[in-house]
């Protein structure tokens, strides 16, 4: 299935104040590659750091995580200023360029329970957010599937390992990142803001 142009997607009607401190969104798309390459150019965003959430701290390392049995999914912590770029973009992004959200554990060559389409939500208000956007989402009818991304509740984060972070910008060449990274850094270089895309 082809995802539809992220010019058709809505702005998310329920969002989170604009005049908070710096916040942060746990997301979980696929390979974190993918999606710490499109977060990382956005205006507003702060700081991106791959990582492993909803499983124990004993199983979050890449080695245990790969088996699919530790509860954990890849996921990327965006530290970002809300008067910025909002949660409800950060969502926007994150259905329209960052992965495919009708896949049900699986994006890309990917399979496995660690590559599920998740939102982590630190309080009840990102979660009404999130909630409220994938019912938009549903009613424009943009999918020819349904959304499949769980909310689940963040206890904890964790930093994937040194050698993740950064991946897609310091390897490009390497053939995974080439075909799956910077096609979807790119298609967020045409339509969201960046720093250089910037009056």
């Known amino acids: 299935m082809s995802?539809?142009?992220?010019?058709?997607?809505?702005?998310?009607?329920?969002?989170?104040?604009a005049d908070a401190p710096e916040q942060v969104a746990v997301l979980g798309g696929g390979c974190f590659w993918c999606v710490e390459a499109v977060y990382q150019q956005l205006d507003g965003v702060l700081e991106v750091v791959s990582g492993y959430a909803g499983g124990s701290a004993?199983?979050?390392?890449?080695?245990?995580?790969?088996?699919?049995?530790?509860?954990?999914?890849?996921?990327?912590?965006?530290?970002?200023?809300?008067?910025?770029?909002?949660f409800g973009q950060i969502l926007k992004v994150f259905f329209s360029v960052a992965h495919d959200p009708t896949q049900l554990n699986r994006q890309g060559p990917d399979r496995g329970t660690q590559y599920r389409s998740v939102i982590f939500y630190a309080n009840e208000q990102e979660?009404?957010?999130?909630?409220?956007?994938?019912?938009?989402?549903?009613?424009?009818?943009?999918?020819d599937q349904p959304i499949v991304t769980t909310l689940e509740?963040?206890?904890?984060?964790?930093?994937?390992?040194?050698?993740?972070?950064?991946?897609?910008?310091?390897?490009?060449?390497?053939?995974?990142?080439?075909?799956?990274?910077?096609?979807?850094?790119?298609?967020?270089?045409?339509?969201?803001?960046?720093?250089e895309t910037m009056p």
């Open 58 to 86: 004993s199983t979050a390392n890449y080695e245990a995580v790969c088996t699919g049995t530790t509860g954990h999914a890849e996921v990327v912590q965006v530290r970002y200023d809300p008067a910025r770029i909002s």
């Open 153 to 195: 509740p963040l206890v904890q984060f964790y930093p994937a390992e040194r050698y993740h972070q950064n991946y897609a910008r310091t390897y490009p060449d390497q053939p995974y990142v080439a075909y799956y990274a910077l096609p979807k850094a790119a298609k967020a270089r045409k339509y969201f803001r960046t720093p």
């Open 3 to 17: 995802m539809p142009e992220p010019s058709t997607f809505p702005d998310p009607l329920i969002d989170l104040p």
């Open 127 to 143: 979660r009404a957010v999130a909630a409220a956007y994938i019912d938009q989402l549903n009613q424009a009818r943009l999918f």
